[in-house]
């Protein structure tokens, strides 16, 4: 894809997907060419329009499958043309019918092209009618190409919100919409568990121009948001992962417009021109170095040789490949194979590949005449069909060459022949045995550098015997490895790796083990690898899981051309699914390997572990400033895998360690390193390095994580039904890695915090609760030390640079990686106050800090308004509901638990409870009193006098005396229980819960109780405040408690600054001890006042 300001990028294309077949589609995709036309041409002046004149664009090329005729898409033959198989390959749009609406694989950072965007079929077809298509195509080439990404929040979402808080003038929070416009959109809302979701309409929004990351359907948006309308406190995915920066702002500074300026006059055409193509062959040469050494050597030449005949099998079935041979020794090429297609090499001959190294000898005064053979490979490239060199590969296996100062010309020959296949389009492919220094050491033009440059790949081969001797067996786990490593280069995508392991025994022993296989195989087949012909297995037993042994005793298909014994299941279709059991009895002692593939039905319907680095493509990357990160995407018939698990292995190797590492790769979605969870791309940052020079040496295995992985029926943000994979397994191979001058300290930071979150507490207003995502120690490794939470009243405050300076908040030790943090804060907590807005952000200790979270606001509620009178409710004993403006005390945690969520429910019920049973008590006291009269009317001796007691204490009545309610003579009081006068009256039957009273012992004014039953509620501060000092030498302790994974919390009552707001305060009589309880059944426990001038003041009885 040309965009008109900038040669053509290789790397990018459009591509239609051959897993559609012509003869179905015929009649749909014949169509393409016209709707591909309008939505190209359109799409190139909104381009245009976006960039401010800045690009278009200029061509467009359509990459057709090989099977299609001209005559189905409308074409004929001269209008389309050969390209080559490595062109084919392109990263850019792809168009299919996987999903009804477009997306953008996007896995990298902000500012970093990604992968790919996917067209569906019916979104072309529909582009005449549709009026935003154009810009539909401009947003998803902006993520793939700039590195921008959308502007808006997804529901359930780890980093990003549907909607944020916005505070009006009034200092009300009013529900916004997390999307960025230049203009106030109007819009419909529905609020449901705390996130509001928007429709927006074209109607009422008829002068919002931007932005095309967020709302591309609107009828005037035409353009990207930029500094003077960004939004950057939204909560959308593009502020997140860039963050806080405005779309233009990462577009404008893409590579692509450095240097220019915007077009005025010279453009007077934005519409493109299309260039359909058809890939040519795959064209493969090996080219082998022969020589006397590699077949010295621990056996190199036959690993070589039977690892290609094996590779070979693997994909003889491939319609489009064609393989060529060239082998040398010293400064002479011994033999050469013409290119040919892999379907007519027969395989079974023994001299396809010669069968022994030539005795020409490779030295320090004669090294091997790479460069020659890699002519003559051009030379085959260019013979034949096929369409010429361009876009050839040549696969180049040799030793490591020393630099031999004497011959001046040697490297500079190499640097002619770089150039060469440059020119030509041809990509070298290097695969290394070690020199006499470690792969890719000097300074010349070494077969690393030689692949870097043409843009090939590399990749060392170990030595697992004992090198520089001459062995009669060559370790098996050699060949293997020349086979992984041709793998690597040239995937094969008719099988794939279901097991392998390496066993042994004790001389002649039994070896056993077991797989699973997956549906959807036609066949299935175990090799099993040995040293020499001399050393194969007795015999190689295989159990289905229906029991049925199959046993290759006898009658073993072995290859003429590496050894191995071979087992093919193929008599169902498709293979059972299930538990495989094997069992191998071998005859030495000497080291076997196992490896199953599986053939699937159909290629579409195949799992696929795709697996690549953020290292691929640089030339020597420094890990101080380029992380290594490694990444896996795994797919079915194109469908994202979702909760699949992927790991890993990391042999290390140095001049004196060897160890292996294993690494989960994450589809979290977090943001560093994985972007967009769900996407069916796992990630994970590789930072294990050595202490020295290493060789990493990768692979991978994926499965299905027991049960858990689904795949998507249909990709992007709305997946329409998740489907179960069932079981699978796969081995695949990963590049080696060699780092030279690795970090020596502890570089890494911590992962940065992207998903920090808060918001009030629903029960304490005046509590802010903040939540985030624990990082690790080395990016997501380990576990971090400490961190820095800090508040600010302006956001441009927590940014990196003035972060320092802004106000901190304590927090607690970080947990394990992956772990939800929370935090509480309230009015009083350095510095936080009512009614107010406060922008918090957070970062992590390492070793050196993370870079700064994305940042969150809250906003703290209006102070309560202070109490003036006491409610008769409290003088009642009643329970009082608290309330704004109201008053509260402080609630007992361990008695009242959590039932603050429900507590208006509970005083609404309780008060009306209470209500029935006062009146009730009422009607029979007066009932009782009038009785009591008219009995005194008839017995007129007086009662006998009480006896003296304390006006201090009210004591519980445990007599079952009768009391009255009497005032004597003197003043003194007489208490008689509601209780004792309801059983007197039939069908009387109260019990109220009783409650603990206590009583501040260092003074003699009592207290007022800890709790009320039903009405709390509590608002966590961080600190260790004094106890609130009332004016008549009260004191007020709240409840505290310590959570040992976050900092010490006290509780407060609700709508206070310090501590709960103070009643005039009444005598309260009840019990003196602590550890008493006193029934609070109405009567038996009253207020009253102490002496006033002497003059004893009668005391209510509290009913």
């Known amino acids: ?577 299930g538990q495989w059991r094997y069992e191998i009895e071998t005859v030495s002692a000497e080291p076997v390997v196992i490896e199953v593939r599986g053939f699937p039905s159909s290629r579409r319907d195949a799992i696929r572990v795709r697996t690549w680095t953020s290292w691929d493509g640089s030339r020597n990357p420094d890990p101080r400033s380029q992380p290594l990160i490694l990444f896996a995407e795994v797919t079915r018939g194109g469908k994202v895998l979702r909760d699949a698990v992927i790991t890993a292995h990391i042999q290390r190797k140095s001049l004196t360690f060897t160890d292996e590492l294993s690494l989960t790769l994450l589809d979290d979605g977090m943001g560093d390193p994985d972007m967009i969870r769900g996407d069916g791309v796992y990630s994970a940052y590789f930072t294990h390095f050595a202490g020295s020079q290493a060789k990493y040496s990768m692979s991978y295995t994926a499965s299905d994580g027991g049960g858990k992985a689904r795949y998507l029926q249909g990709q992007g943000q709305r997946p329409s039904e998740e489907v179960p994979t069932g079981p699978f397994h796969r081995i695949l191979p990963g590049p080696i890695i060699f780092v030279r001058d690795p970090p020596l300290d502890d570089i890494y930071p911590p992962n940065r915090i992207l998903d920090l979150r808060v918001q009030p507490d629903p029960d304490e207003p005046s509590t802010l609760v903040l939540t985030w995502t624990s990082p690790g120690a080395n990016y997501n490794h380990g576990r971090a030390d400490r961190y820095e939470l800090r508040y600010a009243a302006d956001r441009s405050s927590l940014r990196s640079e003035t972060f320092p300076s802004a106000k901190p908040v304590s927090t607690s030790t970080p947990l394990p990686r992956g772990s939800r943090e929370e935090l509480r804060v309230g009015v009083g907590e350095s510095g936080l106050d009512y009614d107010r807005v406060f922008y918090f952000a957070i970062r992590a200790f390492h070793g050196r800090w993370s870079r700064v979270s994305n940042v969150v606001k809250a906003r703290l509620p209006p102070p309560p308004a202070p109490p003036t009178t006491v409610p008769a409710s409290v003088l009642r004993g009643e329970v009082s509901s608290g309330g704004q403006g109201g008053w509260a005390v402080a609630r007992d945690e361990t008695a009242v638990g959590g039932a603050g969520k429900h507590a208006k429910l509970i005083v609404i019920i309780g008060g009306c409870v209470s209500f029935v049973i006062v009146l009730t008590v009422l009607v029979l006291c007066v009932t009782i009193c009038v009785r009591r009269r008219q009995e005194k009317k008839q017995d007129p001796k007086s009662p006998p006098e009480p006896k003296s007691k304390s006006p201090d204490v009210i004591s519980p009545v445990s007599s079952e005396k009768e009391w009255g309610v009497n005032v004597t003579k003197n003043g003194s009081p007489e208490f008689v229980a509601a209780s004792d006068i309801l059983g007197h009256h039939a069908g009387a039957d109260l019990t109220l819960t009783p409650y603990h009273m206590t009583k501040d012992e260092s003074t003699s004014t009592p207290l007022l109780p800890d709790h009320l039953s039903f009405t709390y509620q509590s608002y966590d501060i961080v600190g260790n405040p004094p106890p609130y000092s009332h004016p008549d030498g009260s004191s007020y302790h709240s409840v505290s408690s310590v959570d040992q994974l976050r900092s010490k919390y006290v509780h407060f009552s609700p709508n206070t600054l310090g501590a709960p707001p103070v009643p005039p305060k009444p005598s309260l009589y009840g019990c003196r001890s602590s550890a008493d309880y006193c029934g609070l059944n109405e009567s038996q426990s009253s207020v009253g006042s102490s002496d006033q001038g002497g003059k004893k003041v009668r005391t209510v009885t509290q009913v």
């Not at 709707?35 to 004149?53: D, I, K």
């Not at 290119?339 to 004669?366: F, T």
């Not at 053979?373 to 040549?394: N, Q, T, Y």
């Open 1 to 577: 894809m040309d965009d008109g300001r900038r040669p053509m990028r290789p790397s990018e294309a459009l591509r239609v997907e051959p897993t559609a077949t012509s003869s179905h589609f015929r009649d749909t995709y014949r169509m393409i060419p016209p709707p591909l036309g309008e939505l190209f041409s359109r799409g190139s002046q909104s381009l245009f329009r976006a960039t401010q004149r800045l690009a278009f664009f200029r061509s467009v090329e359509v990459l057709l499958p090989e099977h299609w005729e001209a005559r189905e898409c409308g074409l004929t033959n001269g209008h389309i043309r050969m390209t080559s198989w490595r062109r084919s390959q392109a990263k850019g749009f792809r168009v299919g019918t996987l999903h009804p609406s477009p997306f953008t694989l996007q896995p990298h950072s902000c500012g970093l092209p990604g992968e790919y965007v996917y067209l569906p079929l019916e979104f072309i077809r529909g582009a005449n009618a549709s009026l935003h298509a154009d810009r539909v195509l401009v947003r998803e080439w902006s993520k793939f190409r700039y590195g921008a990404f959308d502007e808006t929040g997804f529901p359930n979402d780890p980093l990003t919100s549907t909607s944020y808080q916005s505070y009006s003038e009034s200092g009300l929070a009013e529900p916004e919409p997390s999307i960025c416009t230049d203009k106030q959109l109007t819009v419909t809302k529905a609020c449901t568990e705390g996130e509001c979701r928007f429709r927006v309409r074209d109607e009422g929004n008829e002068e919002v121009t931007a932005s095309l990351m967020a709302l591309p359907h609107l009828p005037n948006v035409e353009h990207y948001c930029d500094d003077s309308n960004h939004k950057e406190e939204a909560p959308t995915r593009h502020n997140i992962l860039c963050d806080g920066r405005s779309t233009w702002d990462v577009v404008s500074k893409n590579a692509d417009f450095l240097g220019i300026s915007p077009s005025v006059a010279n453009v007077t055409s934005t519409v493109p021109t299309f260039t359909f193509t058809k890939a040519s062959p795959r064209k493969v040469v090996f080219v082998l170095q022969a020589s006397k050494s590699i077949g010295a050597i621990n056996g190199r030449w036959e690993s070589v040789r039977s690892g290609i005949y094996r590779w070979l099998e693997l994909v003889s079935s491939s319609p489009s490949l064609m393989v060529g041979f060239v082998e040398f020794a010293g400064s002479r090429t011994v033999k050469m194979e013409p290119v040919k297609s892999v379907g007519h090499l027969k395989l079974s001959s023994k001299s396809l590949i010669s069968r022994y190294p030539s005795d020409e000898e490779d030295g320090q005064d004669h090294p091997a005449c790479i460069h020659c053979a890699l002519r003559h490979a051009f030379e085959l490239l260019s013979s034949g069909s096929g369409g010429g060199p361009v876009g050839g590969e040549i696969l180049l296996i040799a030793e490591e060459q020393p630099m031999n100062p004497r011959i001046n010309d040697q490297d500079q020959l190499l640097q002619l022949v770089s150039m060469e296949a440059i020119d030509r389009g041809v990509a070298i492919h290097t695969l290394s045995f070690p020199g006499t220094a470690m792969s890719g050491s000097g300074s010349g033009m070494t077969l690393e550098k030689l692949s870097e440059e043409t843009g090939g790949v590399h990749r060392g081969l170990e030595e697992h015997g004992s090198a520089g001797t001459i062995s009669g067996r060559v370790p098996v786990a050699n060949m293997v490895e020349v086979l992984d490593a041709i793998e690597t280069v040239f995937p094969t995508l008719d099988s794939f790796k279901l097991y392998r392991e390496t066993g042994s025994g004790t001389g002649a022993s039994r070896i056993a083990g077991e797989f699973l296989t997956e549906a959807g195989l036609r066949e299935l087949q175990m090799l099993v690898y040995y040293p020499s012909e001399d050393l194969a297995p007795k015999r190689v037993l295989l159990q289905d899981p229906h029991g049925s042994t199959h046993d290759v005793i006898g009658s073993p298909l072995a290859s003429p051309n590496y050894n191995a014994d071979i087992l093919r299941i193929r008599q169902w279709d498709p293979i059972q699914v």
